[in-house]
């Protein structure tokens, strides 16, 4: 087991009965304690509207609790030690008056100097929060604060929740978190690229015909439609996750490994997104939202029928858009971006389609050859393939697509840290590498936010797609009309 690196901190959780804190953040705190990443005198406190003593919190947290340790005794003797150290608070984190008992809970026993407030809330509160915490003397200068995504609901929003926190809070201790830079295989990549030039010399225009990058999840809008009313798949997928993917894929090699190297990198290539304009909307963006499944298997209801949602809602459960990068790297190399709810895998992959040979010698022997291929999957398992052309074992000439395993430690079967966990470890730690700062924050939006209000402007109605299918028939479209197929068609 690795020492604990941080020293003692006050972790507060904004948002502590949320979802996203039960399933995610509670589970990655208490496994990072576990393996005594986390300082043992840290303590939590959990806030939320919700009248629950801490008794009925830890009670709520261990039911929901998805955790392999808890299952032998060492763990839960640590869940217990754990949840000890939870306090929960119930206040509304937008009236001021609310503060004083978290003031005094924290108060209460000699305190750690070290603070980390993490909002998981709706981020039109986070200024809000911000200035509270300030006004009831709860930030000194070892204060830091994450701010889930997504942040503000468009460029000015954005920028005004950024100006109120970097009155309070230095940028080096913001964490704008996006759980999809804190998975394995997006670490991965960072080595697949920068310390393989195999991959960098092919890595542009003159080698590479297209990249798609798919987010696609089988799972509907759950118990989360009051959230995903007001934010649809633009705002809670595109913005972050498929373009933060999109920047580590196409980014420069950066000097170092220092936060700022990487991010300056990333922020480039934000910049360089082509603008969509209006006239181009048909052709580049696709909106759907799902019925019911077709074959009913499993019974699957459609958006507008989950519970919270309006029934003639027109909020996007799929999008799908080709991007372009102007620089001189990618030009005219199309990036198909997609993400969808209720689609027929739970798979997140990039891949990147290298172009066909230039002039084929095998003409003769009537042998067709596949161009390459690098598959890089998130999940559910992480691997990283290359398919390429070989010749079938034999007398006469055939050639098949075979695929080559890169994946490191395939055969292991180590337990991999979740995003989370990883990016709370570093937050904890100060490192800010894997967070969004704030100009690439502001840069993701400058390029979303046109798409969204055309469709707001335009009275947008989102394709509809059946569940369990790869979204609307317009998602194949966009890239038939270029002569091209998603990847799990072709
Ligand atoms: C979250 C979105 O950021 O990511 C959710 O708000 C989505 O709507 C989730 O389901 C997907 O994350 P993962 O790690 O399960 O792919």
Sequence with gaps: MQAAQNSATDIVLFGAKGDLTIRKLIPSLFNLYYRKRIHPDCRIFAISRTLLSSKEYRHLIFKNANIASLKEPAGREAWKRFTDRIHYIPFDASASDGYKALVEGMNESPAPQRRLFYLATDSSLYANICMALQVNGLINKHSYIVLEKPIGRDIQSAKAINEVVAQYFDESHTFRIDHYLGKETVQNLFVLRFANPLFEFQWNYQFIDHIQITIAETIGVEERADFYENVGAMRDMLQNHLLQLLCIIAMEPPINDKADSIRDEKLKVLRALRPIKPELFARQVIRGQYTESLNGRPRSVSYTQEKGVSPDSTVETFVAVKARIDNWRWAGVPFYLRTGKKLAQRCCEIVVQFKPIPHSMFESFNAATQPNKLIIRLQPEESIRLKIC?????????????????????????????????????????????????????????????????????????????????????????????????????
């Design 390 to 490: 070989s010749k079938e074992t034999g007398t006469g000439m055939n050639i098949k697509s075979t695929e080559l395993n890169l994946s490191p430690n395939h055969t292991s079967d180590r337990v991999l840290p979740d995003g989370y966990e990883r990016l709370l470890d570093d937050a904890l730690n100060g490192k800010t590498t894997l967070f969004m700062r704030r100009d690439e924050l502001e840069a993701a939006w400058q390029w979303v936010d046109p798409i969204v209000h055309y469709c707001t402007e335009n009275h947008h109605v989102p394709e509809p797609y059946n569940a369990g299918s790869w979204g609307p028939p317009s998602s194949t479209l966009l890239l038939a009309r270029d002569g091209r197929l998603w990847h799990e068609m072709s």
